[in-house]
Each structure stands twice: as C-alpha cells, then as structure tokens.
T-cell receptor
Framework: AQKVTQAQTEISVVEKEDVTLDCVYETRDTTYYLFWYKQPPSGELVFLIRRNSFDEQNEISGRYSWNFQKSTSSFNFTITASQVVDSAVYFCALSPPNAGNMLTFGGGTRLMVKP | KAGVTQTPRYLIKTRGQQVTLSCSPISGHRSVSWYQQTPGQGLQFLFEYFSETQRNKGNFPGRFSGRQFSNSRSEMNVSTLELGDSALYLC???????????FGQGTRLTVV
C-alpha cells in the first residue's frame, strides 16, 4: 500500500520569509513518481512538478525548489521569499510505476502568507 | 491551449438521484483520471481511462462509474446519490498514462 504524509496541516508566514513544506511517503515499489500540486481557493489543482524516483537531483524553478531524499522517503518543497499569492493548499502525491495517473495524495498543507 | 474543462461547475442533487459529470481533456491528451475531494477523506482516486478503456479503479462502490469517448472526453456517473457523495470532483488529463497530470477546476456536487 502507498501512503503520503504531510504532517504540517497549516503554516503561516510573513511575506518574504522562506518556507518548507514537508512530504514523507511510503511505498514498496522501487520505482515511482512524486508530485507536488498547488490548490488555490478556485479549487483547481495546479501542477508544480513530477519527479521520477530514479532522479534524486534537487530541482529549482524560480522561487520554488524541491529536495528529494530517497533514503528518508521525503520530497520536501521550499518556497523562497514567499509572496501573498503563494497562499494556497499544497499537496504532495505519489504514483506507482505502470499505474497511469493513479495518484495517492497527502492530506495537504495550507500555507498562509501574510503581507 | 485550453486547459481541462469540467462541466457543470456546481450541481445540487437530491438523495437517490443520479448525476453525470463531464470532463474535456487538454487537446491531444488521451488519459483522463477522476478524483473525489472531501474535507474528511481528502483527495481520493476514482478511476482512470486511457483510449476508452478503464485502466485503474479506486476503492469506490459500483455506484460510481465512468466512460471515455473516442475524442478522449470522459464522463463519470454516480447513481443513487447519498449525502456523503457531496464533494469536489476533479478530473485530470495527461498525454499518456503516467505523464504530467493537469487538473480541471472541478465540479462541486452537493447532495441534499
């Protein structure tokens, strides 16, 4: 069985602070995909990143960066210099290989960025 | 390029009725997945269709069904609605099964 845990249910920061959202996963598969999505109040899940378990390189995209550590089964997401527009619920998800888009989601972390 | 389109955006139904939700994927995408989002259970996978065939199914009762048409558009149907079916239903599409999945804005279903 697969499981994704986002222990932080809610985080509140002041604009320009850096914030890290934690994601820990469990799977028996040796290969898998990891995802992060952002859900603003409109409800749509916005795709942020997909990472293959073979690729443990960290990734940076603008103010966003991701730290994948297979040894600790973690795939953490950092927002640098947070902005009010970053306020949303962020979901981490896991999918097994050869199982299409059958994503297992974590419970989500609500991020509130105050001006 | 148009995104994933779900219709209707909002729906109110009575217990016992049935409902059909529609999802139009991004042009060229052949995989469509459906998810249910509730405050209590979070985001849960319902099923995935690829080239008109159901590839995977989540742990939901048989009242939940779906289909995909030759143009990749998908519908999901819920029969004999229960109060607990009230949720945001999200559809995702991707080029291939297992690719980057892009979601629509969802259909918010309220069962009264």
């Amino acid at each position: 069985a697969q499981k994704v845990t986002q222990a932080q249910t809610e985080i509140s920061v002041v604009e320009k602070e850096d914030v890290t959202l934690d994601c820990v996963y469990e799977t028996r598969d040796t290969t898998y995909y990891l995802f992060w999505y952002k859900q603003p109040p409109s409800g749509e899940l916005v795709f942020l990143i997909r990472r293959n378990s073979f690729d443990e390189q960290n990734e940076i995209s603008g103010r966003y960066s991701w730290n994948f550590q297979k040894s600790t089964s973690s795939f953490n997401f950092t927002i640098t210099a947070s902005q009010v527009v970053d306020s949303a619920v962020y979901f981490c998800a896991l999918s097994p290989p050869n199982a299409g888009n059958m994503l297992t989601f974590g419970g989500g972390t609500r991020l509130m960025v105050k001006p | 390029k148009a995104g994933v389109t779900q219709t209707p955006r909002y729906l109110i139904k009575t217990r016992g009725q049935q409902v059909t939700l529609s999802c139009s994927p991004i042009s060229g995408h052949r995989s469509v997945s459906w998810y249910q989002q509730t405050p209590g259970q979070g985001l849960q996978f319902l099923f995935e269709y690829f080239s008109e065939t159901q590839r995977n199914k989540g742990n939901f009762p048989g009242r939940f069904s779906g289909r995909q048409f030759s143009n990749s558009r998908s519908e999901m149907n819920v029969s004999t609605l229960e109060l607990g079916d009230s949720a945001l239903y999200l559809c995702a599409s991707s080029l291939a099964s297992g690719g980057d999945a892009f979601f629509g804005q969802g259909t918010r279903l309220t069962v009264v």
